[in-house]
């Protein structure tokens, strides 16, 4: 009996997952289009990232996971394409993103890595800048894997890291501590100067996370100023 009573809520749950996937992401499109029409919006370190767009040279930016709901916002340019994992959240945010004319790139560099790194070159080659967290997709938070730094040596990509504060906001209490930003306040972007993954010897690693942090502290400041 307790066999069969696992099988029927694995089926149960499967269908509720797909009953999810299918209809939330109309509604969570909504509703970051009008969280994003209520909010006032500041970007910092234009300079940073705007020879990229203006030359249609494409880039890798670099965000915490914790502060992914609107960087589709701070992720510019025409062909655009979001690294996103085959966790079940991931079916949602392929959903989302597509309807703000972003690809999804489906993969993860930690699991099944390579895979995904060969995919990344290819639309590197292709002209696509790419989205990437590199705290994901399941952390540990805010500590950077070598994935973004091995893409980004082998695309000869520069790595634009962006910061990302509120000024009120909901912290979740998720792994990555999701910050979902309350409707009329301030926000920030901030761009941090391009990274180039040239030279042996050199903790990239830590050189982006420094970058995230400091982007992040200067977008805070920027908002919490006024």
Not at 40 to 59: A, D, Q, R
Not at 127 to 137: L, W
Request: proline fraction near 5%; hydrophobic fraction near 40%.
């Amino acid at each position: 009996m307790s066999g069969k009573g696992e099988k029927r809520n694995s089926f149960i749950l499967k269908i509720r997952n797909h009953i999810q996937i299918s209809l939330l992401p109309i509604p969570a499109y909504l509703l970051i289009r009008f969280l994003w029409f209520t909010l006032k919006v500041k970007f910092l370190g234009n300079e940073n990232i705007e020879p990229f767009i203006l030359n249609k040279n494409n880039y890798i930016l670099c965000f915490w996971h914790g502060n992914l709901l609107l960087m589709i916002y701070a992720f510019k340019g025409d062909k655009r394409t979001f690294l996103v994992s085959f966790h079940r959240d991931g079916e949602l945010i392929t959903k989302v993103i597509k309807r703000f004319g972003v690809e999804a790139t489906r993969g993860s560099t930690s699991k099944g890595g390579a895979k995904a790194l060969l995919t990344l070159l290819r639309k590197a080659k292709s002209g696509y800048s790419i989205a990437f967290t590199p705290d994901g997709p399941r952390g540990p938070a805010r500590k950077a894997q070598s994935g973004v730094v091995e893409l980004a040596r082998m695309s000869k990509l520069p790595i634009v890291c962006a910061g990302f504060w509120a000024k009120k906001f909901k912290r979740f209490n998720s792994w990555d501590a999701f910050l979902l930003p309350y409707p009329f306040t301030k926000v920030a972007f901030c761009y941090e100067p391009p990274i180039y993954v040239k030279e042996k010897g050199i903790n990239y690693i830590k050189l982006i996370e420094e970058a995230l942090e400091k982007a992040e502290q200067k977008a805070k400041d920027a908002v919490l100023k006024d």
